[in-house]
Nanobody, 125 residues
Framework: QVQLVESGGGLVQAGGSLRLSCAAS????????MGWFRQAPGKERELVAA????????YYVDSVKGRFTISRDNAKNTVYLQMNSLKPEDTAVYYC??????????????????WGQGTQVTVSS
């Protein structure tokens, strides 16, 4: 198993930036693909960004392309989500998730097995 703890959420004005971190413990972090999901009130959870085990493959939902960047540091067992040019519609609870995979192809959103507790991101207009 892997345990995930997110940090870095908060309140920011529109146009601002935040960097979320997700620290992993337990089994070998470098064996996991990682994803960032978000869920806004009254909406379904959506996959925002994902990265494969070695950082060679990434995915972004269209609404964040060019604004968000996912990265990982396997030596620190941490995955990051740099969020720039934030918009009020980015307001949500953000979760990191893990799926054991050492492939180039990223897992589908329903394949993630391990989840963090979430961190709130609020963007004011």
């Amino acid at each position: 198993q892997v345990q995930l703890v997110e940090s870095g959420g908060g309140l920011v004005q529109a146009g601002g930036s935040l960097r979320l971190s997700c620290a992993a413990s337990g089994r070998t972090f470098s064996s996991y693909a990682m994803g960032w999901f978000r869920q806004a009130p009254g909406k379904e959870r959506e996959l925002v960004a994902a990265i494969n085990y070695n950082g060679g493959s990434t995915y972004y939902v269209d609404s964040v392309k060019g604004r968000f960047t996912i990265s990982r540091d396997n030596a620190k067992n941490t995955v990051y989500l740099q969020m720039n040019s934030l918009k009020p519609e980015d307001t949500a609870v953000y979760y990191c998730a893990a799926h054991e995979s050492r492939g180039y192809v990223l897992p589908r959103s329903y394949e993630y097995d391990y989840w963090g507790q979430g961190t709130q991101v609020t963007v004011s207009s």
